[in-house]
């Protein structure tokens, strides 16, 4: 129904919202509020109907959010199938440049196995970095990058080689 992470800035600070009117405001269903509720999110006082200020849902939405982030140090790659940040198999890892802002940093995960990627920029390696023994390559060209037509690409039913 509802956003998997809600926007804290859809709430007016200044204002009073009810279980109804937090979840309307945030396109969730009012359920999830009242967990929510067991979960830390302060509400006015102990009256009915529960009333929440709109600063201290945002602010609930933002230490939420904050919480689940896990910042790779330098030398660390996060590794999406171990959902956590992994320095990588060998100390190895690849920077493909993809232009001058632009790069891929591409190592194995020690622990599955699988690609890690970092966006990086190339500039900018040595922060990143940390004791890892990077390997620079250029990124293959893109099929719109290319100058001519390719030679098995004619259209008209020439015969293709």
Known sequence: MGARHPNPRLLKI??????????????????????????????IDDRRPTMFRGMDAADFLRSRRQAGKRPCRPGEIYCLKCRAPKIPAGLIADLI????????????????????????????IDAVRGNLEITVRQAKPRIGDRAGPTLNGDSKGAVRT
């Open 97 to 124: 440049v993809k232009s001058a802002t632009v790069g891929c940093l591409e190592a194995i995960c020690p622990a599955c196995g699988r690609m890690l990627y970092r966006r990086v920029n190339p500039a900018r």
């Open 14 to 43: 200044h204002r009073c919202y009810t279980v109804e009117q937090l979840a309307a405001a945030l396109k969730l269903h009012k359920n999830t509020i009242r967990r929510w509720a067991k979960d830390g999110l302060r509400s």
